[in-house]
C-alpha cells in the first residue's frame, strides 16, 4: 500500500453477495468467520459477530493490518466484503 491510500475505518459484508467460500477466512481468520447461513460475519469486541458496517476499532482483532484485510476483499469471489476509508469514501471493490 502507499501512503496515498487512506486507511481502512468501516468493513460490511453483503450478505446477498456473499456464498461462504470462506476465502476472507482463510486470509484473516482473526476478523471473519463463516455463521450458521454459511455467511462471512466479523468478530468484534464483546463477542458481537455480524455482518456490519463495522469500524475497525471495534473488531476484535482492531490491530490487523490494512494490508490483510484488502488482500481478504480481493479473495472474495463475489465482491462482498467492502471497504471504507477514513473519508467515507468506498475502497474497494
Known sequence: MTDSINKIKKIIVDRNLCIGAASCVVVAGS???????????????????NSGPVEK????????????????????????????DEDGKQIYP
Open 57 to 84: 476499532e471495534n473488531l476484535e482483532d482492531s490491530l490487523i493490518d490494512d494490508g490483510t484485510l484488502i488482500l481478504a476483499a480481493q479473495s472474495c469471489p463475489t465482491r462482498a466484503i467492502i471497504l471504507y
Open 31 to 49: 476478523v471473519f468467520e463463516l455463521n450458521g447461513e454459511n455467511k462471512a460475519v466479523m468478530k468484534q469486541k464483546e463477542g458481537i459477530k
